[in-house]
């Protein structure tokens, strides 16, 4: 086979192969965005009817008091504890991977290992603990408390996910700013961040994916007051029945600021994805 019909072959095999990853991917979220169009009725049909009259009756309700919940409240939780748990894991995760990565000490490695085994157990192994300690400290079924478990569970991701860029960093770059008179802290802010900035807004986009889709804990640790999107989603799957045009367009709808989010980073969002995986 000449050359040219090769490459011709191989782009086209590279098209397929990308064209059923993109419908893989994307079909769910076309079969959800079709149930929330639906009626009630028709979400409960089967064979499922792929001709029918939309509607947006399901975002209505959602969004109103008709169900007796307060959605929009509900929307702003997760907005406010996903924001704040990415602000604090941050402020602790970067100044740590800046540490580690900076200062050589004993047991350096066994301190690494030690943070990033907070993600080996599932967050339902440790949720008692956690609600008889926020008990003590008053902070159940608030924002805050919630904000500050989602954090600690980001730490690892934001901490492992600096050290390779801070890694990175010439250390010339750090020492010339303190013979010029600042602090370390006054380098990293100053000198060492802006030359990392693509890294740090994959770990705060992590970070802040972590806390909107979090389930277990928040379950059991807010109630009306503090309540995120997905377990206020549970309480649409009644005894007897599942509103599932409503489920739908919760999801439809949680699935939107994510989205937004990560088209207005993207740029800095594949420079650091790709970085990450060079280093």
Do not use: C
């Amino acid at each position: 086979m000449p050359r040219f019909w090769r490459k011709v072959l191989a782009a086209a095999l590279v098209n397929l192969g990308l064209a059923l990853v993109l419908l893989w991917t994307l079909f769910p979220v076309f079969w959800l965005f079709l149930t929330s169009i639906k009626s009630e009725a028709d979400a409960f049909v089967y064979p499922p009817k792929l001709v029918f009259t939309p509607t947006f009756d399901a975002y209505y309700k959602v969004f109103s008091d008709e169900t007796g919940s307060n959605w929009p409240r509900f929307w702003l939780n997760s907005t406010s504890v996903a924001l704040l748990s990415t602000l604090i894991a941050l402020l602790i995760g970067v100044p740590a991977a800046y540490g580690l990565t900076r200062f050589q000490f004993k047991n350096s490695r066994a301190t690494l290992f030690s943070i990033l085994s907070v993600r080996f157990m599932p967050p339902i192994v440790v949720v008692i603990p956690l609600l008889f300690m926020m008990r003590t400290l008053k902070l159940v079924d608030n924002i805050l408390g919630l904000s500050f478990i989602h954090a600690v569970f980001a730490l690892p991701f934001i901490i492992w996910i600096m050290l390779g860029f801070f890694a990175s960093v010439p250390r010339d770059l750090a020492d010339a700013a303190l013979v010029d008179g600042t602090s370390e802290l006054g380098a990293l802010f100053r000198v060492v961040l802006p030359v990392v900035r693509p890294g740090l807004i994959a770990a705060a986009l992590f970070a802040m994916l972590l806390s909107w889709n979090e389930f277990p804990i928040a379950l059991v640790l807010t109630g009306e007051a503090a309540k995120t999107i997905p377990v206020a989603a549970t309480t649409l799957i009644a005894e007897r029945t599942i509103h599932w045009d409503r489920v739908a367009a919760t999801g439809m709808i949680a699935i939107i600021p994510t989205v937004l989010f990560a088209l207005l980073i993207q740029r800095h969002l594949i420079r650091g994805l790709a970085a990450g995986i060079v280093k």
